[in-house]
């Protein structure tokens, strides 16, 4: 299309044409994009996993001891699966509802590392 000035009666083909142009565009830029990676099941090493889950080496050490988080070792390397980590994320995700009075009762009893002395009283 030239430079020339767009009337009312060339808006539809002026239309068209910069639909048309926006189209061959968004082809170009899709092209140029380097191809996205999914997250699904891409294995990192345990510098990535501390940056993904925001906790220091030692830390990511101990949990994968105690079997705390999903890890794989081969020799001595560790290795994690980013789907994994993220589901383990979401595992830990905090209830939301405000709970009954009983369930608060059962938790706060579930914390106590020993039994409350004689004086004090706790009624379920």
Excluded at 19 to 36: A, S
Excluded at 38 to 55: E, F, M, T, V, W
Excluded at 60 to 74: D, E, H, N, S, V
Excluded at 109 to 122: F, S, Y
Aim: charged letters at 25%.
């Amino acid at each position: 299309m030239t430079k020339e000035p767009i009337t009312f009666d060339k808006l539809p083909q002026a239309v068209s044409y910069l639909t048309e142009q926006v189209e061959k565009i968004y082809q170009l830029v899709e092209t140029l994009q380097p191809q996205k990676l999914d997250h699904q099941h891409q294995l990192i090493d345990i510098d990535k996993a501390s940056i993904l889950i925001q906790k220091s080496k030692p830390t990511i050490y101990r949990l994968a001891r105690t079997g705390l988080i999903p890890a794989y070792k081969r020799g001595k390397k560790l290795y994690f699966y980013e789907d994994e980590l993220f589901k383990w994320i979401e595992a830990g995700k905090k209830q939301s509802q405000p709970l009954f009075y009983q369930e608060q009762s059962a938790q706060i009893l579930k914390g106590m590392k020993r039994k409350p002395r004689n004086g004090v009283n706790i009624c379920l």
